[in-house]
Every structure is written in C-alpha cells, then in structure tokens.
C-alpha cells in the first residue's frame, strides 16, 4: 500500500532511493542514529513502510531492545554520563543475534535466524529468544541512540543522523517521560553529558549517510554539510 504524499514521505522515498543506488539486492541494514528524544522510532518506521512499498522485506529492530541489566548499566553510578554512554546497551549479544545472522541468511538463502529484541528494559530480564528467518533480499532497519559509535562501525549500509537542538530533544523526552524539560536541569546531566561524549568520540553527524533536520517531524529536511 503506497503511502499519501506528504513532506515526510518524499523525504523517505529520497532516502529510499539513495539506499537503493548501492543495494539493490540482498540483505540490507539501515540505522536511524540520533540523541535520545530524536524521533528515530518514528522516523525509522516511516521509512521501513517506504520500503516496503516498493516489495521490500523488510524488519524493524531497535537498540533499546538490547540493554544491558541495570546493575551493569549503573554500575558506575545511577547519575553518571560515562555510563549512560558506555554501558547502556549489549553490542555483543546485538551482533551475535542479530547483526550477525542477518547478514548470514543473505550468503546462505535465508536459513539463518535472527533475534529482533533480546532484553526487556521495563522487567530487567533478558527475552524468550524469538527467532525468524528472511528471504535473500530483505531490509533491517534499526533504530537508537549511540548507532554509530566505534563498536558499531561498518555494521551499517547506510546510516541517518536526526538532527535536533538539545533544548528539543528535552521537551520531547519530557512530553514522553514527564523528566524536566529543561536541559540544563540537574536531572538531565546523565543524558545530556552522555550524549556529548557520544558526539566527541563518534561525531555521528559525519559518519551517517545522510544528515535530516527533524525539528518537525512532519516537515524533515535532509541537510547538506559542507566539509571544504
């Protein structure tokens, strides 16, 4: 079913497109990376429809459904942006059963499983493993924060970056969590500074593939950077 004509949906099928060019066929994974409050779900799930218009197989995944358990994410301290940077999600378990087996099940027709979620945020447990299989050609799209740091590096086709001011990001995540909407508050030091670690290690804004001004969700504007 092919979706209204809208500013987003353009932006989508551009994007789609762009994707397209390099990958035509086979197996193909997508991230959708930007600071928590982004609207990467949103966004990812509007461009897996895009694709799947055209036929496409296509598969969501988020990170947030590969945390680590609270006592490894807190270790360092319930308050710390080290932590909140460097411990949050399970990158090994991530690969092993999902990133990994993906792009197996390309090489091998399709028979390789993969696990799209392996850990429960909200009970602190690990999932029942739930394992599918796809055929050759299909799409993984994933969405989260922290998608392009070191450990993740070429485990992507091709990438997004979300641009939004750090101001935005926190009335969104406000609106969603009832936290305080001012970023500079005392509760938001973890997220804020994590954050600004992730941005100085990764630079995640040149590394995506393409860069998308998401201050209105319902009128995403790809951005064009300048490197000279």
């Known amino acids: ?3 209204p004509t809208t500013p987003a949906t353009t932006l989508w099928r551009g994007l789609r497109g ?3 060019q390099h990958s035509r066929a086979g197996r193909v994974v997508i991230a959708v990376d930007g600071r928590d409050g982004a ?4 966004f990812a799930d509007g461009l897996a429809a895009v694709f799947a218009e055209d036929g496409s197989v296509v598969f969501r995944a988020s990170i947030d459904d590969f945390h680590r358990p609270r006592v490894e994410r807190q270790a360092r301290g319930r308050t710390s ?6 411990d949050s999600f399970d990158y090994a378990t991530f690969r092993r059963v999902l990133l990994d087996p993906f792009r197996e099940g390309g090489r091998t027709g399709g028979s390789t499983g993969f696990q799209l979620a392996a850990f429960d945020l909200l ?8 394992w599918v299989t796809a055929s050759r050609d299909a799409v993984l799209i994933v969405d989260g ?3 392009h740091r070191p450990e993740l590096r070429g485990a992507w ?4 970056w979300l641009d939004v001011p750090v101001d935005v990001a926190f009335e969104r995540l406000a609106q969603r969590d009832g936290s305080d909407p001012d970023f500079l508050a005392a509760s938001n030091t973890r997220v804020r500074e994590g954050h600004e670690l992730y941005l100085r290690e990764a630079n995640p804004r040149a590394a995506a593939s393409a860069i998308v001004d998401a201050i209105d969700p ?6 064009y950077q300048d490197y000279c």
């Open 1 to 3: 079913m092919r979706l």
């Open 18 to 20: 762009e994707v397209r």
């Open 39 to 42: 609207g990467e779900k949103a």
């Open 81 to 86: 942006p080290e932590g909140y940077y460097l």
């Open 123 to 130: 009970r602190d447990e690990p999932l029942e493993s739930t």
């Open 145 to 147: 924060t922290f998608l």
């Open 157 to 160: 086709n091709w990438s997004v």
């Open 218 to 223: 319902e009128h995403p504007v790809r951005v």
